[in-house]
C-alpha cells in the first residue's frame, strides 16, 4: 500500500499545528510542522547573532545547519545542530525573523529535501504553506485551512491572555496581515491553495469539527476504519 500523505496549508493562525496534530493522532500518523523547520533556521540566526536580512548570510549559514526531526509516537521533536529545540520556537521574535529565511531558495531547497524523505517513509500529515503546491503535489488530501485575519488575531490574543501576557489586540492584528502578505508574495512557493486541495473556512467552526471533519474525508479517502 502507497504511504498515506495528507497536506494542510493555510495562512499563519488558523489553528493548522492544533488541528493537524489531531488528526495525527485520531488517525495514528505522524505530524510534521514544516513550519517549526523554517523557525528552527531562523533561530541559528538568532542565537549567533548573525543578519539574516542578508542574502549572502543565509546562503552561507545554512551549510552549517543540521535540522533532524525525531519523532515519539505521533509527536515530532524538533533538533538544530542536535540540540532540541522545540520549545524554543513559538515566540514573536522567531515568527517575526522567520518569513526572511523561508524567502531563501537554498534554506527551503534544504528543507524540502528532508520535509519529502520523511514523507517517503512514514504516513504524515504535513503542515506549512507550499505543501499541497510543492512538497508534496501527490498527497490524496490536501486542506487549505483559512479563517478571518480578524478571527486569527483574536484567537492569538486570547490565547497570549491566557498566558498571563500584556498585548494588543491591534499589533496582533496589524503582525498577521503583515506575515500573510509576505507569506502570499514571496517568489518561491507562496502561500496558495493547490488546484486540487479543498478550502476548510474555519472563522466559525470549533477545533473539533475541523478535526472531525479531516478525519471523516481522511478514512473515506485512504479506506481506514
Ligand atoms: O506555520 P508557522 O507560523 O510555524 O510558520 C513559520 C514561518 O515559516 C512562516 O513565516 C511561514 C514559513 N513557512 C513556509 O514558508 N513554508 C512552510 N512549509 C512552513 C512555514
Redesign the pocket.
Known amino acids: 500500500m502507497d504511504v498515506i500523505a495528507i497536506a494542510i496549508?493555510g495562512p499563519?493562525?488558523a489553528g493548522?499545528?492544533t488541528i493537524s496534530k489531531l488528526t495525527a493522532q485520531r488517525l495514528n500518523l505522524i505530524y510534521v510542522?514544516?513550519?517549526?523547520?523554517?523557525?528552527a533556521v531562523?533561530y541559528y540566526f538568532i542565537l549567533n547573532n548573525i543578519d539574516y536580512e542578508k542574502e549572502e548570510n543565509l546562503n552561507k549559514y545554512i551549510d552549517f545547519i543540521n535540522i533532524e526531526l525525531r519523532y515519539f509516537g505521533s509527536m515530532q521533536r524538533i533538533c538544530l545542530n542536535g540540540k532540541d529545540v522545540t520549545m524554543d520556537?513559538?515566540n514573536e521574535e522567531i515568527?517575526n525573523a522567520?518569513?526572511s529565511?523561508?524567502k531563501n531558495q537554498k534554506i527551503?531547497k534544504k528543507?524540502l529535501d528532508i520535509?519529502r524523505d520523511i514523507a517517503s517513509k512514514n504516513n504524515v500529515v504535513m503542515?506549512?504553506?507550499?505543501?499541497g503546491t510543492c512538497?508534496l503535489p501527490d498527497a490524496k488530501l490536501k486542506i487549505f485551512l483559512v479563517a478571518s485575519a480578524e478571527e486569527r488575531a483574536n484567537r492569538r490574543f486570547r490565547q497570549l491572555i491566557r498566558r498571563g501576557k500584556v498585548v494588543d489586540y491591534f499589533e496582533i492584528l496589524d503582525n498577521i496581515k503583515k506575515?500573510d502578505e509576505?507569506?502570499m508574495t514571496?517568489e518561491i512557493?507562496p502561500?496558495k491553495a493547490a488546484e486540487d486541495a479543498m478550502t476548510v473556512e474555519s472563522t466559525h467552526m470549533t477545533v473539533e469539527q475541523v478535526v472531525k471533519f479531516i478525519v471523516t474525508l481522511a478514512k473515506a479517502k485512504f479506506e481506514l476504519n
Request: aromatic share 2%; proline share 3%.
Open positions: 496549508d499563519a493562525g493548522k499545528s510542522d514544516t513550519g517549526a523547520m523554517f523557525r531562523a520556537l513559538r515568527s522567520t518569513p529565511v523561508a527551503r528543507l520535509q503542515d506549512g504553506r507550499d505543501i512538497v506575515r509576505q507569506d514571496r512557493a502561500l
